[in-house]
């Protein structure tokens, strides 16, 4: 799914942040086994850049050129701090800057989470620690009844245009006049401000894209919206997203099993439940864990 600009917050007139001040994430001690094992450039640095390509709430909201909020902003802190090492963020245009930098040894990682599909796992390696699902952002109390895409025959449905919902949602208006059933309008909006506007407008009945910033949107809707359809594939396969990292690289390893500690210890599953992630927790991080096409 798309990257999502800092100005979607700014459009919607809501606050940056879901986290309350009361929530604390444990502070980590540093591992000196993992420190030892870290490429020696990095020890020599003392420090990592982690790129990323704008703000995707409510995993990364960038707040300048260096400075990040939200759970990967908290995930960096804490992989940091068992490290041993700075990792400082730095932001640059499109997924494509992403992957080069991390290829041209510019930047050495990129904390993500970015979508894992086995046709990048041919030039970067992902340390996956989330799921993705494919859910719809509702008016309350879903008056159009949609739990599913067998519910949006004759419904109005907004999505990011030219993106793998708006493939999937055509591909289901087809299922449904196949059957007999009224065709989905299908509303294709070139942002995500547009798209949730126009449910919280009444102009669609739903809004069919990413479960994480859906719920991000929803939790700042003033109790506008919902979600609906919540852990379903929704036409899609296993969509995992991880931190970016080189190919075959010793990071990876590293980074890996500093994830493993991090599950361990809670402090994944504090940062998670921080910024009402809950639904997209894995079991336990993995190593290029796609498999097969996510749709």
Same mark, same amino acid.
Request: net charge positive; aromatic share 6%.
């Given at each position: &799914? &798309? %990257? $999502? ?5 700014? /459009? ?18 540093? =591992?000196?086994?993992?420190? =030892? ?7 020599? /640095?003392? %420090? &990592? ?18 400075? &990040?909020?939200?759970?990967?902003? =908290? ?14 963020? *730095? ?16 930047? !050495? ?20 620690? #989330? ?8 008016? %309350? ?13 004759? %419904? ?10 708006? !493939? ?37 009945? /739903? ?20 979600? *609906? ?5 929704? @036409?899609?396969? =296993? $969509?995992?997203? @991880? ?10 390893? #590293? #980074?890996?099993? @500093? ?35 996510? !749709?």
């Amino acid at each position: &799914m &798309m %990257k $999502i600009a800092t100005a979607i917050t700014l /459009a919607l007139g809501l606050t940056a942040t879901l986290a309350h001040a009361a929530d604390v994430i444990p502070t980590q001690k540093v =591992d000196q086994a993992l420190h =030892d094992r870290l490429p020696d450039d990095i020890k020599k /640095a003392g %420090k &990592m850049i982690s790129v990323n390509n704008g703000s995707f709430p409510p995993y990364e909201i960038v707040n300048g050129p260096h400075s &990040m909020d939200g759970a990967s902003a =908290d995930l960096t802190l804490a992989l940091s701090q068992l490290l041993g090492v700075k990792i400082e963020h *730095a932001t640059v245009s499109g997924l494509s800057g992403v992957l080069a930098g991390i290829n041209s040894g510019r930047y !050495q990682l990129a904390i993500g989470p970015v979508g894992d599909y086995p046709d990048r796992q041919k030039k970067v390696d992902f340390v996956d620690f #989330v799921q993705e699902f494919v859910v719809f952002g509702v008016q %309350k109390g879903n008056p159009a009844k949609i739990n599913g895409l067998k519910d949006t025959c004759g %419904k109005r449905i907004a999505v990011m245009a030219a993106g793998s919902a708006e !493939q999937v949602i055509r591909k289901q208006s087809a299922a449904c006049t196949a059957a007999g059933k009224p065709a989905v309008t299908v509303q294709s909006f070139t942002d995500q401000p547009s798209s949730i506007l126009a449910v919280r407008s009444k102009r669609s009945d /739903a809004f069919f894209s990413s479960q994480a910033p859906l719920t991000y949107f929803v939790e700042q809707a003033h109790g506008q919206l919902e979600l *609906a359809g919540k852990g379903q594939k929704n @036409g899609f396969g =296993d $969509i995992f997203q @991880g931190t970016v990292v080189p190919k075959n690289s010793q990071l990876g390893k #590293v #980074v890996l099993d @500093g994830y493993k500690e991090l599950y361990q210890n809670g402090t994944y599953a504090a940062i998670m439940k921080k910024w009402k992630l809950d639904g997209n927790m894995i079991d336990a991080p993995g190593f290029n864990l796609a498999k097969g096409a996510a !749709q």
